[in-house]
């Protein structure tokens, strides 16, 4: 069911529900209020006849007689006298003969007087019956009983609940009306949002959602907008790297392929022939070592990380085992600064990054440099790696380009022939992994230095 049809019937829903409490608490409100006045009303006319019948009854039984008819005309009720004993003395309707016993259940209640009554009876419809005491005719006593049709003021209760019925119904119609309209108004945004995102296609990669808001919906839209922004850019991003790496590999294939071409007119010249050989092997091992960066690059993207703690003499230990006798070979120094912490990382991707670095450092500088490795706590659970050297260094226009796959700079390929450029391009993606960033400073002639910066903190 749609949002707008959801939000609908909720809202009406709420509405019925309150509307029906509403009805109810206000009607019996209203009906406590009517009968409690009319109580009030009855019990204070009964008051007045009771103190009408002092010193009359028993004593005077015509003027007792004549008061109650009277009484009984002008309020239009129907009044007893009754005994203690249940037997009535006088009744205005002259219905009931003197010594009649009546039974109803207001005499028999044991509430104090004076008590009121209202019942619902077969032949009358709504019947009040209000029972006051009268003790100033003590030592004979007795009741007054007032007997009075109270059908009108059960009207007036009806009318009243059918005015509420009509208003609340009213009500209701209105609410499910207006309702249907805020339920449209709120779902508005997300039917044009859907509409909008079925639009966007491989030829048209753009969210443009206008609005005027500054609610969940703007963050959605926003967030739809960066989603889509992300979707195009690394779209791009892997087109180029696809294009550069084809192109990448066909320049190696290039080479092999005019090499082959020439070498049966330098069969004979063996010294010919063994350079081009050379250099046909040259273009293997280039080939090689770009498709397996490659490789690597792809099986970094699907692994997941399995993070282990690692302690910082175990970096310099694994750098000393793999390094030092190319180090020794370049006479290049290996300093390290190392801080006692323990990292949290995925061993072999982590190596994978520091091998490269490494490498870089080692390959872009000259003799008699140093390559200082050091590891720090940094601030909020943060552990900071920084590899630098005394090479080649970048130019600050280059080194914007470095961690961009097959990016090298004419520095570097002066310098050195080795090298596709991909290294720094996959020690990128292994940090981005692991939720940390890197970044390089770089004085051109004077040395480089990459800034590793990890989040150390042990997700449980
Ligand atoms: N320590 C460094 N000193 C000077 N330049 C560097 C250094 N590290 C990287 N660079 C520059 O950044 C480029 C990209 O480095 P990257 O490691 O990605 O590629 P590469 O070393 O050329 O080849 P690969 O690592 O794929 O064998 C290098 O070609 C070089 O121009
Ligand atoms: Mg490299």
């Not at 979707?231 to 180029?240: F, G, H, I, P, S």
């Not at 070498?263 to 010919?272: C, F, G, N, T």
């Not at 912490?341 to 000259?366: C, E, G, T």
């Amino acid at each position: 069911m749609k949002l707008k049809y959801q939000m609908w019937l909720l809202f009406s829903l709420l509405f019925v529900v309150m509307g029906v409490a509403l009805y109810y608490f206000i009607v019996a409100a209203y009906e406590e209020r009517v009968i409690e006045g009319h109580e009030n009303i009855t019990i204070s006319q009964g008051a007045s006849i009771v103190e009408r019948l002092q010193g009359v009854y028993p004593k005077f039984p015509e003027r007792t007689a004549g008061y109650l008819s009277t009484y009984s005309n002008r309020l239009d009720v129907r009044l007893l006298l009754i005994d203690v004993q249940g037997q009535v003395r006088y009744d205005s309707y002259e219905q009931l003969a003197a010594g009649t016993i009546i039974d109803i259940p207001i005499l028999r209640a044991e509430n104090p007087l004076p008590r009121t009554t209202f019942k619902e009876t077969s032949n009358y419809g709504y019947v009040q019956h209000t029972l006051l005491y009268l003790e100033e005719n003590q030592p004979v006593g007795g009741y007054l009983l007032m007997i009075e049709d109270v059908n009108i003021l059960y009207e007036d209760i009806r009318s009243f609940q059918s005015w509420m019925i009509f208003v609340i119904g009213t009500a209701i119609i209105i609410f499910f009306i207006l309702s249907f309209g805020i339920a449209s108004l709120f779902s508005r945004p997300i039917s044009k949002m859907i509409t909008e995102m079925n639009k966007i296609s491989r030829h048209n990669r753009s969210f443009k959602f206008r609005h005027h808001r500054k609610d969940e919906i703007k963050d959605l839209s926003v967030a739809i907008e960066g989603m889509v922004q992300q979707l195009n850019q690394y779209e791009q991003r892997q087109r180029q790297f696809l294009s550069a790496s084809s192109h990448e590999l066909k320049t190696p294939l290039a080479t092999m392929q005019l090499i082959s071409e020439n070498l049966a007119s330098v069969r004979e010249s063996p010294e010919d022939h063994e350079e081009f050989v050379a250099d046909l092997m040259l273009q293997i091992d280039k080939m090689k070592q770009m498709v397996n960066q490659l490789l690597d690059m792809n099986r970094a993207w699907d692994r997941s990380l399995r993070k282990e703690p690692l302690e910082a003499s175990e970096i310099k230990k694994h750098i000393h085992k793999h390094f030092q006798h190319v180090c020794e070979s370049k006479k290049i120094k290996l300093d390290f600064i190392l801080e006692d912490v323990l990292i949290h990382v995925d061993l072999a991707s982590f190596f994978q990054v520091v091998d490269n670095i490494i490498s870089n450092a080692i390959r872009y500088s000259p003799s008699n440099t140093t390559i200082t490795v050091t590891l720090t706590k940094a601030e909020k659970d943060k552990v900071e790696l920084f590899i630098c050297d005394e090479g080649i260094g970048i130019s600050k226009e280059d080194l914007i380009y470095v961690f961009e796959p097959f990016y090298r700079t004419m520095d570097a390929s002066e310098w050195s022939q080795e090298g596709s450029g991909l290294g720094l391009a996959l020690v990128k993606q292994i940090i981005e992994q692991h939720g940390g960033t890197i970044t390089a400073q770089s004085t051109k002639g004077k040395g480089t230095c990459f800034q590793i910066t990890l989040c150390n903190k042990i997700v449980t």
